[in-house]
C-alpha cells in the first residue's frame, strides 16, 4: 500500500540510492551535492561508511528505506538483473524511481515497471545519461535546426577494452546509450531492426553487437558497440544532405561537437568530393550526470515526465528486445512508428 504521508507535489523529495558500486557512489555524490541524498543501500559495510562520512547521509536496508516516509525517491544502481524488484517494492511503497540503465535486462520486465509506476502515481525515469550532456543537445540542436539537412545516416561507436558483464552482454550494457541518442535524432523508432553479436570470451555472450536500424523515408543508423576494443572510443556522427556533424565525447570540450560542411556532387554523372575544415560548436561544459539528476528531481516535484520516463524508455528497450531477437534468429526485425519522448 502506498504509504499516505510522502512527499507531495511540487515538493523535492529525499533520495536514497541504492547500490553503491563505482557509478552508485557517482550518483550518491550527485544527489548529495544537490542536497537530497537522506540514505545509502549496500551489501558492502566498508562502502555504506566511507559514503555516510563522505556525504553526511546515514546507511539503511532496503527495507528501512521502504518504510521510511521521509525518504520519497530512490535511484537503482544495483545490477540489472535486480532492477525489476526493487524498483515494484519502491513504487508500492511510494517511492519516486530513478533506474541506472538498462531499465531491466528484458521486454516484459520493462513493460510490468513502467505499468506500475503508472499505477503508483510516481515518476519513473531511465539513466539515458547522454540525453543530458552538453555536447549530445548540441548536435540533436543542429539536426532540429536543419543546418545539417536532410539527416540520412547515423552512425555511432561505443567501444573500449573493459567493463565486461556477467549478467548482460554488450547489447545490454553499452548500446542502449546509442539506441537513446539515436531515436532522439531521427524523431521516433526505427521501422526496422537488425542486430549481430560476437562471444569471444564466452560463445554464449557477445562481446561486440552491431545493430542496423532502418527508419521510415530511408535513414539508416549502424551502432557498433563492444568491450573488447584496443581503445576507447564514444562517438555518435549524423550525415546530412548539406553537412555533417560529429559528437565525440573522447575529445576535449572545445572540439566535443564540430560540424563538417563536406559536399558531395553528383552533377555531371560522376561523384565529386569536397572536403571542407571542420567548424567547431560552442558547448558549455558541465556535468551530464549531476543534470541529469537535477532533472529527475524536479520532475519528482512537478509531475512531469522525464526526457528519460517511460515512453523514451520502452522505446529504447523495444529497440534492444528486437536487437536481441535478431541476434538469435538472424531475421530483421520489423516494429511500428511511435513517437519519442
Not at 121 to 134: E, K, S, V
Not at 312 to 327: F, G, N, P, Q, T
Request: glycine share 8%; hydrophobic share 45%; charged share 20%.
Amino acid at each position: 500500500m502506498v504509504a499516505q504521508n510522502l512527499d507531495s507535489q511540487n515538493q523535492t523529495p529525499r533520495v536514497a540510492v541504492i547500490g553503491c558500486g563505482a557509478w552508485g557512489r557517482n550518483i550518491a555524490r550527485c544527489f548529495a551535492t544537490l542536497g537530497t541524498l537522506e540514505a545509502v543501500v549496500d551489501p558492502n559495510a566498508e562502502t555504506v561508511e566511507s559514503l555516510t562520512a563522505l556525504f553526511g547521509c546515514r546507511g539503511a536496508t532496503l527495507d528501512e528505506v521502504l518504510a521510511d516516509a521521509g525518504i520519497g525517491a530512490v535511484a537503482i544502481a544495483t545490477p540489472p538483473s535486480m532492477h525489476r524488484a526493487v524498483a515494484e517494492a519502491a513504487l508500492a511503497a511510494g517511492k519516486h524511481v530513478y533506474i541506472e540503465k538498462p531499465l531491466t535486462l528484458n521486454y516484459p520486465d520493462a513493460l510490468a515497471v513502467a505499468d506500475a509506476a503508472r499505477q503508483a502515481g510516481r515518476t519513473l525515469m531511465t539513466g539515458h545519461i547522454l540525453q543530458f550532456h552538453n555536447g549530445f543537445r548540441a548536435l540533436k540542436e543542429l539536426v532540429a535546426s536543419g543546418r545539417l539537412g536532410e539527416v540520412r545516416r547515423v552512425h555511432a561507436n561505443r567501444l573500449n577494452l573493459g567493463a565486461v558483464r556477467k549478467e548482460e552482454d554488450a547489447l545490454w550494457c553499452l548500446a542502449p546509450h546509442d539506441v537513446s541518442m539515436t531515436l532522439a535524432l531521427m524523431g521516433g523508432a526505427p521501422e526496422t531492426v537488425e542486430a549481430f553479436g560476437e562471444g569471444h570470451l564466452r560463445k554464449e555472450t557477445a562481446d561486440a553487437v552491431t545493430l542496423r536500424l532502418g527508419f521510415a523515408g530511408g535513414p539508416q543508423a549502424m551502432i557498433h558497440v563492444s568491450w573488447l576494443h584496443p581503445f576507447k572510443e564514444h562517438r555518435i556522427s549524423v550525415i546530412g544532405s548539406q553537412a555533417m556533424a560529429v559528437f565525440d565525447d573522447c575529445l576535449p570540450w572545445d572540439r566535443k561537437v564540430q560540424i563538417y560542411p563536406h559536399q558531395v556532387s553528383l552533377d555531371g554523372g560522376s561523384p565529386t568530393v569536397v572536403r571542407a575544415d571542420p567548424v567547431p560548436v560552442e558547448v558549455e561544459q558541465a556535468e551530464p550526470l549531476l543534470a541529469e539528476c537535477a532533472h529527475f528531481l524536479a520532475c519528482c516535484a512537478s509531475g512531469e515526465e522525464p526526457i528519460t520516463g517511460a515512453t523514451e524508455a520502452l522505446a529504447v528497450m523495444d529497440v534492444l528486445h528486437r536487437a536481441a531477437l535478431s541476434m538469435t534468429d538472424h531475421q530483421v526485425h520489423t516494429l511500428p512508428a511511435r513517437a519519442s519522448a
